[in-house]
């Protein structure tokens, strides 16, 4: 049973235009709640995370919203620009056990001149 | 550098031939994990190291195993690899906290026919 639920799976978005993908979760013990970034050839390093205290997060052009009754987060990226095209991974964890992540399935963005 | 360096990058081997694909971390981090990506399934967890000769299942570890005899070095063991095992592995480390941000190596691409 996957534990957090990525869509799209890919997305085009025109330069300059706003990307937003979607992630909702089932685990109501999860309390941190991370982006990781992955270019292609590379692994994927952290771009932002949030935890449910708050409902917004922003850093530079990107943004996590977190809506907790519904159990979603999103990531919004403003300005899209070809060099963000990438693939995209939210994640999941609790405090409690091992410190384990769990990964959506991954969001391929392309950001076209 | 603070860095984690798997190695090799490209790997093509046969079925059944034992392989390791090694990884080492010099940020002195407590956790080490290995992962596999596969399209549209995302990041899986293979097997994850809470410290030295500590290690647990992780979401699909069935054909391998670990080992984790210094802080620094966790290699990832195919005993008799399949052609089901055709994946890109990461590596990662982490300090413990489970807000701690993974750093993950530049995968090991590995093909069995």
């Known amino acids: 049973q996957q534990q957090v639920k990525q869509s799209p799976q890919s997305l085009i978005v025109q330069k300059g235009g706003i990307s937003i993908i979607n992630c909702a979760y089932e685990n109501t013990a999860f309390d941190y709640f991370p982006w990781y970034q992955q270019f292609p050839g590379k692994g994927p390093a952290l771009l932002i995370a949030i935890r449910p205290d708050v409902s917004e997060k922003k850093e530079g052009r990107f943004t996590i919203s977190f809506n907790k009754s519904a159990k979603q987060f999103s990531l919004h990226i403003m300005d899209s620009q070809p060099g963000d095209s990438a693939t995209y991974f939210c994640a999941a964890s609790s405090g409690a056990g091992s410190y384990q992540l769990t990964f959506g399935k991954g969001t391929k963005l392309s950001v076209i001149p | 550098e603070a860095q984690v360096t798997q190695n090799p990058r490209y790997l093509i081997t046969v079925t059944g031939k034992k392989l390791t694909v090694t990884c080492s971390q010099n940020?002195?981090?407590?956790?080490m994990s290995w992962y596999r990506q596969d399209p549209g399934l995302g990041l899986r967890q293979i097997y994850y190291s809470m410290n030295v000769e500590v290690t647990d299942k992780g979401d699909v570890p069935e054909g391998y195993k670990v080992s984790r005899k210094e802080k620094r070095n966790f290699p990832l063991i195919l005993e008799s690899p399949s052609p089901n095992q055709t994946s890109l592995y990461f590596c990662?480390?982490?300090?413990?906290?489970?807000?701690?941000?993974?750093?993950f190596g530049n995968g090991t691409r590995l093909t069995v026919t």
């Open positions: 940020m002195n981090h407590e956790y």
């Open positions: 990662a480390s982490h300090r413990s906290g489970y807000n701690s941000p993974l750093h």
